[in-house]
T-cell receptor, first 113, second 113 residues
Framework: GNSVTQMEGPVTLSEEAFLTINCTYT??????LFWYVQYPGEGLQLLLK?????DKGSNKGFEATYRKETTSFHLEKGSVQVSDSAVYFC????????????FGTGTRLTIIP | NAGVMQNPRHLVRRRGQEARLRCSPM?????VYWYRQLPEEGLKFMVY????????ESGMPKERFSAEFPKEGPSILRIQQVVRGDSAAYFC???????????FGPGTRLTVT
């Protein structure tokens, strides 16, 4: 079956630090990969996505590259801000047309001024 | 365009009572998905519905849980005779088509006492 393993939290960083949140996956077929973000009291928002190997998704300074050889989709940001404090979820879909998202457990990120 | 609406945001039920969770998809969206997040776990797919049809309920517990998405009105996730293990956050997502991204609501946090 499909599964997503992501870096356990919580993660606490100082403002302007470099961020990496690791995500690896196991899937049948060729999955599409996603990062979702959940700010306090809100629903999940799609942060970025990649649909095939070597694709790079990017948004709001965040990036993640679809690495088929290492089955990974690590989230990175060069300089985090306090406003980036949230819970980040890595997820995948293996079959567009029957969109069951498979999620990781989430990583809580706190940025200290 | 309002986002996905879920209500109530918080719901407390005693063991044995019924819980009804409502989800109003975004305007123009006819596909609805329900996910459950147990404490310290990732979101898990429960059911996928289109208007008046259940497309995939492979993630739904076989007993006490049911879902509907009528022609008019919100989608309803119903849990009969709740038990403590049902305490979780329940998220709804919608999309205009099965090939599109899913947009998530803020979730309903169910607590069973």
């Amino acid at each position: 079956g499909n599964s997503v393993t992501q870096m356990e939290g919580p993660v606490t960083l100082s403002e302007e630090a470099f961020l990496t949140i690791n995500c690896t996956y196991t899937a049948t077929g060729y999955p599409s990969l996603f990062w979702y973000v959940q700010y306090p009291g809100e629903g999940l928002q799609l942060l970025l996505k990649a649909t095939k190997a070597d694709d790079k998704g990017s948004n709001k300074g965040f990036e993640a590259t679809y690495r088929k050889e290492t089955t990974s989709f690590h989230l990175e940001k060069g300089s985090v801000q306090v406003s980036d404090s949230a819970v980040y979820f890595c997820a995948l879909i293996t079959n567009f047309g029957n969109e069951k998202l498979t999620f990781g457990t989430g990583t809580r990120l706190t940025i200290i001024p | 365009n309002a986002g996905v609406m879920q209500n109530p945001r918080h719901l407390v039920r005693r063991r044995g009572q019924e819980a009804r969770l409502r989800c109003s998809p975004m305007k123009g969206h006819s596909h609805v998905y329900w996910y459950r997040q147990l404490p310290e776990e990732g979101l898990k797919f429960m059911v996928y519905l289109q208007k008046e049809n259940i497309i995939d309920e492979s993630g739904m517990p076989k007993e006490r849980f049911s879902a509907e998405f009528p022609k008019e009105g919100p989608s309803i996730l119903r849990i009969q005779q709740v038990v403590r293990g049902d305490s979780a956050a329940y998220f709804c997502a919608s999309s205009p088509d099965s090939l599109y991204e899913q947009y998530f609501g803020p979730g309903t946090r169910l607590t069973v006492t």
